[in-house]
């Protein structure tokens, strides 16, 4: 049986307290079993604050990694760091930072090979804009967005695709099931075709709520889900994890 994985992408949100209260609250109704698992994505400055007092003990990641070893970098945060402060996760190449950080796909195979190189677990990242979506163009941009990130030898094992169509973020819109579905075969078969890896996790993000999880993490092809305003609110993360 493949794992499920919920991943709680809490953004710039939470300060130390209310990231540990949220932490703990989820952290008592649910647990990680060997077929499901969840992820928190706190802010960078929580995470150690975090992991030092949580009640039990959690799966915790970064939002983002610089794509630089070390040195005069100001402001940016290495993986080896990330890694050092018990992250075994970091997200790359969120559509927020594509668009507001202007990262482009050069930048993000530097920001895996660091991650690669600490020994992170990657989610990264991909998804179209609305206008390609208008335009049926959503599976090339899949494609260029996924093409020459990752090298023939990389261990495949580390890495989960979060699929998350741009215009779906934050925005109470989610795409039909049928193009969930296309999109997440779309991607399987992509590292099936190129690197002869078949089980690569696809999870879906974007509007996830307890309201639509059931219906979307119901097809075989969507291995979890990627959730960020509904991971603010325990009861809320639960219940999604419920459906799972
Ligand atoms: P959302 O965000 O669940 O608030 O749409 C998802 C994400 O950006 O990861």
Known sequence: MKVKILIA???MNKNLKDGLVLANAINKKITNTKSKK???LPSI???NYIKQNIKKSILIGAQDCSPFLKGAYT???SAKMIKSIGCKFTLIGHSER???NNETNKLLLEKVCRANEAGLKIIFCVGETI?????????KVLKKQLTGIFGT???FNNLIIAYEPVWAIGTNKTPQIADIKKTHD???LFFKKNYKFSDIPVLYGGSVNSQNSKEIFSLECVNGGLVGGASLIAREFIKIYDTL
């Open 75 to 77: 402001g940016d945060v």
């Open 98 to 100: 594509r668009i507001y």
């Open 38 to 40: 969840f992820i928190i």
């Open 45 to 47: 400055h929580s995470v």
């Open 186 to 188: 779309f991607i399987k």
């Open 131 to 139: 206008e390609d979506f208008k335009k049926n163009n959503s599976l």
């Open 153 to 155: 030898n990389y261990n």
């Open 9 to 11: 992408n809490w953004k």
